[in-house]
């Protein structure tokens, strides 16, 4: 039996495995397709103060080995999410991560006075790297000095796991890791979607609505994995790795690489199971190579 | 029925008029109750440029075999690379996915389909006939060779055509037939499926003469289970899902 | 006929394809499967002072829809390029683009000096953005300040036409564009390859001799197109747009999203004849679309 | 002959032991001189992990018919999507690459060969034998039962084989058969394709007999053609292009 629990900073949860946020919508999509309990964590929806719509239609198109997205964090609201959608969801998993979104800090800050009383809700992922909104979002992931400042913030009234999601548009991720990691998270996710575009040779027009929009999937995940191995080496703190993990051969790259947790994200587009077979290829993994704990990989790159 | 990702075997596939397959599809596990107006979504596998799933409606189940029939157009790349495949083959396909119509009661019902979104319609009536119901069809095209396998439909309803070459049936879109004059008052339901364009003029019809009316939407999808949140349209309820709280709505609901 | 010169500043050359430094050698490997003198511009292999002998094999590997490589620039050195390579393929393009590259400033300056009575050397490509040497290179490529240096000197030497080409490993590439425009280039170029790394599972190494590499091809098209779009925007100098164009269609992405030329690069790994392929795949899309002059299309994005 | 890209029709398929193929594929055009030991590089189309073109040594050719035959060993996702192929299909193919063994005038060869280094030998040995030489085969496998089409190589000239278990001809390695004695003295030239180890193991006996020596290496490729430098070796004159400059090298010019 292989020891798949890993702890991501004074959370310890029962898989490396996480679904990765706006890709698994509230759980509640994929209960048909897989135990979600098995997993180690579910991160949902982006969630912000007020509700949004999104982005208009079209907002999605697929690119080489990739998706290419504008959603723009539809959601109804942080009120909506902790008076109707956790009591429906608590039962789902042991650690129900909440993705949370602003444009301003204070929002930020609210999000999470909201969410605090919410037992399950043993961690928040604070996103400073949604290229999809406006305002806020990746301008807080692109300079460290705004970075500190959300996690300074938000460190003071969420006193349970908070975890800092950054954005791979910087030019040295491991800065802003750091910077993030002074002020107190006690972990750190990586990466959100790369800044980009598709255009309609035919039509000379953008495909998405809000011309440009963030890459995700297969096609990232060699970047992204330069990225988690970077921050791995700058950071004491866990890194939850993410970009383009298909299978458990691609989570393993990341887990060698430094990741402490990875999380599936534009694989459950493709396969809605995508999240348990990891877990179960992670397993295998273990066994034929004779690891008794996952955790002996964490960063165990031979170089 | 539960959702599900499964391997199907192909067991028949029967290529008409050159760019239109009609798949049969089998499961090795017994099917639940599959509402018509649900549809699969395929992994295609062997097409480098093809990434996220392709959907298709479900043109007809046979429940004895545990197989589901349906209709695709091959229009690019991942339909062209699923239509190499052959019959003892897999394809990935996650379903049964959406909410399907909802058969009601209505004596008289009117479904109005266009291109591929005749596929489902089929499906609709078989329903409807069971019930003891009597659905009629109506189907456009821009021209008479782009129907396809109406003999098929012919045979269990009633089927009036629209060409807008006037080469088949009545010359015009399917809101000029003179059905709408001559039935109205009898219609009491209308299913379609088909362009944008026709879904939303036969809802106005609709609306004018107080009929209930579905649509079946024809978004982009890309997931197919409602978490990517993609293929959304605006309604009264603000953006939704189609892969999840449609493909079929009310057209009253629609912001089109 | 359609007209597909374009003047990238100052420089007209007859097409807006050429080649990208680094993955068509000399011209002289290529010879066989295209005419060379019809491409806009033949850009050649990343130049240094001295002779490099590059990193150890393995220094490439596949990634979905994309290339990892770690080349590490080598050459024979500027005077080998000058004494020998040059007679043998001056009559290969009326532009003949040495890509420069150095760790120090100083080289940079000493190869352009060296490049100077190269008659049909008509322009230099000055590479601030090679991730694979371990000092300079990319470095230059990702401060302001360092990208200004670099051109400054540069200028001062070289009276022909400069073209700068960026990294993409950066926050803000509209930035830098618009330092080295400062300093006098005449156009730029981008994007140069994205940081990234490939790992092997099974045996826990890293797939490259040198762990990281650069990412080039389709994977990496969505992102550089967007940033063509942002430089497009922020400067007045002619853009070079490449990354991931394998096919006219891309191209015309690019052109339409601001670029005056582009560059084929990993596509040429995959099809010797892409170049001229995209040439005349171009000319097919103006005969199409009724564009009598190819210049009609650039930036000419309908938003 | 000049490089060239171009669409060739697959003219024969013969599957060998579950794993490897014997293709032969035709040109519409005439062939000029190809040169044994050179290579194609295979664009693999409908598979998304393959996205280089994969290389594959020349077999044998048929200038009457411009057609090539090669062998192919399947191992990956390329290989494997390669292998569905059919005849009457096309293969994209880059071709001739590469330099090729120079073929000297020395009256006795030794052709050293293991796994799917054999395929090119046969070639050379043709050539040698159309020029009035005496080449003569030593393979070496693990097994007896990694040996492919030994018979293709008997008919034409002598062959031993070794095998590492001892399942068939001189137990242990090539570099262990006892022809190394017996005929050293009369050998002149060594022509070598396989496993690294091997050619270097056979590279390190020419250069204390003094034998003239070459090799095929069996570097990863991505281009073919010289222009993305992955393919690199060491020599004495610096790191060359392998796809370019080799694949065939003077072993003594290796710096192994
Ligand atoms: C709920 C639903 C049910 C469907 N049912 C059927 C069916 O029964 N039979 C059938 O043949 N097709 C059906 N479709 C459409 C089918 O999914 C697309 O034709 C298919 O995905 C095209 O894939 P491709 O890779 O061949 O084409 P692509 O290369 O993806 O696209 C080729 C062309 O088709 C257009 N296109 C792609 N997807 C769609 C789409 N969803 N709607 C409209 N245009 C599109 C593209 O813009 C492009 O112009 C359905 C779509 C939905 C959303
Ligand atoms: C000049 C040259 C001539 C060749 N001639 C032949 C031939 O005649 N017949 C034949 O069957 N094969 C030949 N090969 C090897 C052949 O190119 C590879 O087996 C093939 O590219 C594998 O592709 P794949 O996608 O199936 O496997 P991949 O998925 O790419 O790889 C599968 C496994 O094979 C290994 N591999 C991949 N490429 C090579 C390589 N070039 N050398 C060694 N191991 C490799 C990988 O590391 C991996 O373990 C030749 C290679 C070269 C460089
Ligand atoms: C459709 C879509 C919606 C997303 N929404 C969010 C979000 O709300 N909050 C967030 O932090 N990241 C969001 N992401 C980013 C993913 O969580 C993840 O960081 C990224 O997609 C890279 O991982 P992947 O390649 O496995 O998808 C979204 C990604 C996609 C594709
Ligand atoms: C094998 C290889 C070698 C390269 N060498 C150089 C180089 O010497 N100088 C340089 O500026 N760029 C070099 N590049 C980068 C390319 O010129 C180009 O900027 C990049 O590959 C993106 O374009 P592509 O996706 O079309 O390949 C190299 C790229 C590859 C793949
Ligand atoms: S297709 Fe993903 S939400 Fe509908
Ligand atoms: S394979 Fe590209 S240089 Fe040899």
Chains 1, 3 share one sequence.
Not at chain 1, 136 to 156: D, L, N, P, Q, Y
Not at chain 2, 61 to 75: A, L, P, R, W
Request: hydrophobic share 40%.
């Amino acid at each position: 039996m292989v020891d798949l629990s890993v702890d991501i900073g004074g959370l310890i949860i029962k898989t490396p495995v996480m679904t990765a946020s706006g890709t698994c919508g509230y759980g509640e999509e994929l209960v048909d397709f897989m135990n979600i309990p098995d997993l180690g964590a579910l991160v949902v929806k982006g969630t912000t103060l007020e509700p949004r719509q999104g982005n208009d239609y079209p907002r999605m198109t697929e690119t080489a080995s990739g998706l290419l997205n504008s959603i723009g964090l539809q959601n109804k609201g942080v009120h909506y999410f902790h008076d109707e959608l956790y009591p429906r969801i608590e039962h789902l998993n042991d650690h129900i991560i909440v993705n949370v979104s602003g444009s301003r800090i204070e929002d930020y800050v609210s999000v999470c006075e909201i969410l605090s009383d919410l037992t399950k809700c043993t961690a928040v992922e604070v996103n400073i790297s949604c290229p999809n909104i406006k305002e806020g979002g990746i301008a807080f992931g692109t300079s460290c000095s705004e970075a500190a400042k959300v996690t300074k913030e938000v460190r003071k009234v969420w006193k349970k796991h908070m975890m800092v999601k950054l954005s791979p548009n910087v030019t040295h991720i491991a800065e802003i890791a750091k910077a993030v990691e002074d002020e107190g998270a006690d972990s750190v996710s990586l990466v959100n979607t790369f800044l980009a575009m598709a255009i309609d040779a035919q039509s000379r027009k953008p495909i998405l609505s809000t011309i440009t929009g963030g890459l995700s999937g297969p096609a990232i995940k060699p970047i992204a994995l330069n990225m988690v191995w970077q921050v791995y080496q700058a950071v004491k703190i866990p890194v939850i790795g993410m970009g383009g993990i298909m299978n458990a051969k691609d989570a393993i790259e990341f887990i060698l690489a430094g990741a402490t947790a990875i999380q599936v994200g534009t694989a459950t587009f493709i396969d809605p199971a995508s999240c348990i077979k990891v877990i179960r290829g992670i397993e295998e993994y273990c066994n034929e190579q004779g690891v008794k704990n996952v955790r002996e990989l964490i960063g165990g790159l031979i170089i | 029925m539960q959702k599900r990702v499964e391997e199907l075997t192909i067991i028949d596939k029967q290529v008409i008029r050159n760019d239109y397959i009609c798949w049969e599809i089998q499961s090795d596990k017994v099917f639940d109750k599959i509402v018509p107006g649900q549809f699969i979504n395929i992994h295609v596998k062997d097409s480098p440029g093809t990434f996220a799933r392709r959907p298709f409606s479900i043109h007809t189940i046979d429940y004895h075999h545990n197989s589901i029939q349906f209709m695709m157009k091959v229009v690019g790349d991942g339909t062209k690379a699923l239509s190499k495949l052959e019959i003892g083959d897999k394809m990935d396909v996650v379903y049964p996915l959406g909410n399907g119509f909802s058969i009601s009661d209505e004596e008289e019902s009117l479904l109005v389909g266009g291109g591929y979104g005749v596929a489902p319609l089929y499906h609709v009536a078989q329903e409807l006939i069971a019930k003891g119901k009597k659905p009629c069809f109506l189907f456009g095209a821009r021209t008479q060779n782009n129907f396809i396998l109406l003999d098929r439909f012919k045979n269990i309803a009633e089927l009036f055509i629209t060409t807008e070459d006037g080469s088949a049936g009545h010359k015009g879109l399917v809101t000029d037939h003179p059905i709408w004059k001559e039935r109205i008052a009898s219609i009491k339901k209308i299913y379609s499926c088909g362009p944008e364009s026709m879904m939303e003029a036969v809802a106005h019809i609709a609306e004018k003469n107080n009929i209930l009316c579905e649509a079946s939407l024809d978004q982009v999808m890309c997931c197919g289970v409602g978490v990517c949140l993609s293929c959304i349209k605006n309604t009264i309820r603000g953006n939704e899902a189609t892969c999840l709280h449609g493909p079929v709505f009310n057209t009253n609901d629609i912001v089109w």
